[in-house]
């Protein structure tokens, strides 16, 4: 089974509409992230948290909210989507006790969100 | 300028060939560097960290240029599926942040 899975894996909705996004690990890892990857553009960053009571704005979070509901769970909502959060969206997983700073992250397979 | 620059290719090499390619960064002080590998419609998995004195991995080699900020990639006797978007990635202003590449596009032909 995969460390780290996303649901749902493909989703289509409409402007204005909630939409969550699920990640779920089970490498035992403090911190996570969420990132949008777009066509030419590196990944960004839209929040992280490195444990369950601490999560934290990326460079871009605005439209963006998270919850961390458990060290092994960290959801994204869009909380009324339009049409340029259209992306393919990945979570990610490190541990800091593998090097100290900018350890190696760990991705889910990735959303990919379409916004009408 | 790009924090992380790269050539978005692609790169259409044969196989068996030798490539390499850049990657250049404009934060001085950044301390982390590493190559990810991504497949088409694939997460981004790590290729390898990169260090000041350059690595090597098998057919991988990797290297880094302080007085110029840039790193590079080299891969030997390149196979079929040497064929993704390499990500360059560069440690930020904290410890928390990477800075992503856009990636450049490499495609092994027969």
């Known amino acids: 089974d995969a460390d780290v899975t996303q649901t749902p894996r493909n989703r289509i909705t409409k402007t204005g509409k909630r939409i969550m996004l699920e990640c779920s690990q089970t490498k035992g890892h403090d911190r996570m992230y969420w990132y949008r990857q777009d066509p030419g553009l590196g990944l960004r960053l839209i929040y992280y948290?490195?444990?369950?009571?601490?999560?934290n704005k990326g460079e871009i979070s605005d439209g963006y909210s998270v919850s961390r509901q458990a060290q092994a769970k960290f959801s994204l909502s869009l909380e009324s989507a339009i049409p340029n959060q259209t992306a393919l969206y990945f979570c990610?997983?490190?541990?800091?006790?593998?090097?100290?700073?900018?350890?190696?992250?760990?991705f889910g397979p990735g959303t990919r969100l379409l916004v009408l | 300028r790009k924090e992380v620059e790269q050539d978005p290719g692609p790169f259409n090499v044969p196989e068996g060939a030798t490539v390499a390619f850049n990657c250049t960064y404009s934060?001085?002080?950044?301390?982390?560097f590493f190559w990810y590998r991504q497949d088409c419609r694939k997460e981004p998995k790590l290729l390898m960290s990169v260090y000041s004195s350059g690595n090597e991995d098998g057919r991988f080699t990797a290297q880094l240029n302080r007085a110029s900020q840039y790193i590079s990639l080299l891969i030997r006797d390149s196979k079929l599926s040497d064929s993704a978007t390499y990500l360059c990635?560069?440690?930020?202003?904290?410890?928390?942040?990477?800075?992503w590449g856009a990636g450049t596009k490499l495609i092994i032909k027969p």
């Open positions: 948290s490195f444990d369950v009571k601490d999560i």
């Open positions: 990610a997983t490190s541990d800091p006790g593998e090097g100290g700073n900018q350890e190696t992250q760990y």
């Open positions: 934060n001085s002080a950044s301390q982390s």
């Open positions: 990635v560069v440690g930020g202003y904290s410890n928390y942040q990477l800075i």
